[in-house]
């Protein structure tokens, strides 16, 4: 029967990012047909991940407020293993967020990283030849040395970021969340940790938030993955286009 009780699952799993399983696209078009279901008493969402781009958790946190509004359907976050950076963006967003005690829960702070190999040069005689047409646009280059100007223009940028990520998590977790000079520092904790400091709200695995909180233990999988052929088209538009990732690869990131 298909309008029998049922718990719609999506797993978010691995790096949240364009083009992987636990991008915004695949994830969106998961959590739409979840909620679709008439048999789906609420959906959950099955959360194992580092943490991964701003902007795919975002698109994913705006469309899992827009579908709970839509649908009048209650979602719910259950953290394995790891709820991180952009993985908490996400979970945020769920009604109640369910932790193992030992599950990894925060790292609330967004990064951009890269070397600099400017001395090694010098010291290798090795000239830089990179041209450009504006004055900061190699700024991220690691051949060339960084100012300070751009360094704090970096600074400004990720501090922007992370306050979209604060007010993000404020907004999803209200009078829970139990503030501290440390919630928002990047810094991680147990799942104990996190129900104790408002981050999360309870012990609770996938089949415990589907039997004692849904009410319906039968579990109906909506995630969804690349196929193959599609996975190849990838990589072969990803292989052309290689020089435009590199020129992006220093994104800001919520890791």
């Known amino acids: 029967d298909p309008a ?10 691995g790096e949240i990012a364009s083009g992987a399983e636990a991008s915004a696209e695949l994830v969106g078009a998961a959590m739409r047909s979840a909620f679709e279901d008439k048999g789906a008493q609420a959906v959950v969402l ?3 991940s580092p943490g991964g781009s701003p902007v795919q958790a975002g698109i994913i946190n705006d469309e899992i407020r827009r579908l709970k509004v839509l649908h009048k359907k209650p979602v719910y976050a259950v953290v394995e293993e790891t709820c991180a950076s952009a993985a908490y963006y996400i979970a945020v967003g769920a009604d109640k967020i369910y932790v193992d005690k030992a599950s990894v829960v925060g790292s609330i702070g967004v990064l951009m990283d890269g070397f600099g190999f400017t001395g090694l040069m010098d010291k290798l005689g090795v000239e830089r030849r990179l041209m450009t047409a504006g004055e900061n646009k190699g700024f991220m280059d690691p051949f060339s040395p960084q100012t300070d100007k751009q360094r704090e223009f970096a600074q400004t940028m990720l501090n922007q970021i992370h306050h979209q990520f604060i007010g993000v998590v404020k907004a999803g977790r209200g009078d829970r969340l139990k503030e501290t000079g440390e919630t928002f520092s990047g810094l991680f904790w147990t799942g104990q940790q996190a ?3 408002g981050l999360a709200d309870q012990l609770g695995d996938l089949n415990f938030v589907a039997r004692e909180v849904v009410k319906a233990e039968d579990l109906v999988d909506y995630t969804r993955k690349d196929n193959v052929a599609e996975r190849l ?3 072969f538009g990803a292989s052309i286009g290689e020089g435009a990732i590199r020129a992006v690869r220093s994104a800001p990131a919520l890791r």
């Not at 029998?4 to 799993?13: D, F, G």
């Open 4 to 13: 029998a009780p049922l718990t719609a699952v999506v797993k978010i799993q």
């Open 46 to 48: 099955l959360i194992n």
């Open 195 to 197: 129900i104790e400091m």
């Open 233 to 235: 088209v990838k990589r």
